[in-house]
Antibody, heavy 119, light 113 residues
Framework: QVQLQESGPGLVKPSQTLSLTCTVS??????????WTWIRQHPGKGLEWIGY???????YHNPSLQSRVTISGDTSKNQFSLKLSSVTAADTAVYYC???????????WGQGTTVTVSS | DIVMTQSPDSLAVSLGERATINCKSS????????????LAWYQQKPGQPPKLLIY???TRESGVPDRFSGSGSGTDFTLTISSLQAEDVAVYYC?????????FGQGTKLEIK
């Protein structure tokens, strides 16, 4: 059974870079057909698709985040990571990693990690 | 971006009664090449991540009780809970995966009346 677990600092200062890692167990991130995805949820709000890295290493990020997003994978550790630069208070959210089927729906999610941007 | 609009924002239903949540997309999410609607439904309980309930608009995820069903096509979709149970209290989201960036509805909060 595939499980995902987010890790990273819970507090980031404005203008710095938010860095999170998702560790995958029970399955390989290089398995065909899956997109390893980051999604966030602002406090009391809905869900926002950040981006993904595919099983083959292709990446995509939401244009709304401009060029601040970098998503990478480490197959040796079976992890994928999110870096979000130049953060502001608007980036305060719960960040989820998820396994997304090739169709585009997320069938396995991590528990989420809360990141607060504050000085 | 495709805008997903859910209605109502909140809903109170008696135990054992039917609950209906609507989702409308700003453009069709029916893909002509596979004749499938690229629409999913999720359930989120407090302090938990979203849980996939329905994909391809009407296919129930494994392990999801059959009181949950999805319907609709094109731009208009519905999630129905046929007989509300106490454990169904949650926020429900629709999501389109027709085109990137994939987008979610704003959520519908379901409570017990």
């Amino acid at each position: 059974q595939v499980q995902l677990q987010e890790s990273g600092p819970g507090l980031v200062k404005p203008s710095q870079t938010l860095s999170l890692t998702c560790t995958v167990s029970g399955g390989s991130i290089s398995s065909g057909g899956y997109y390893w995805t980051w999604i966030r949820q602002h406090p009391g709000k809905g869900l926002e698709w950040i981006g993904y890295i595919s099983y083959s290493g292709n990446t995509y990020h939401n244009p709304s985040l401009q060029s601040r997003v970098t998503i990478s994978g480490d197959t040796s550790k079976n992890q994928f990571s999110l870096k979000l630069s130049s953060v502001t208070a608007a980036d305060t959210a719960v960040y989820y990693c998820a396994r997304v089927q090739s169709g585009g729906f997320g069938d396995v999610w991590g528990q989420g990690t809360t990141v607060t941007v504050s000085s | 971006d495709i805008v997903m609009t859910q209605s109502p924002d909140s809903l109170a239903v008696s135990l054992g009664e039917r609950a209906t949540i609507n989702c409308k997309s700003s453009q069709s999410v029916l893909y002509s090449s596979n004749n499938k609607n690229h629409l999913a439904w999720y359930q989120q309980k407090p302090g938990q991540p979203p849980k996939l309930l329905i994909y391809w608009a009407s296919t129930r995820e494994s392990g999801v009780p059959d009181r949950f069903s999805g319907s609709g096509s094109g731009t208009d979709f519905t999630l129905t809970i046929s007989s509300l149970q106490a454990e169904d209290v949650a926020v429900y989201y629709c999501q389109q995966y027709y085109t990137t960036p994939y987008t979610f509805g704003q959520g519908t909060k379901l409570e017990i009346k």
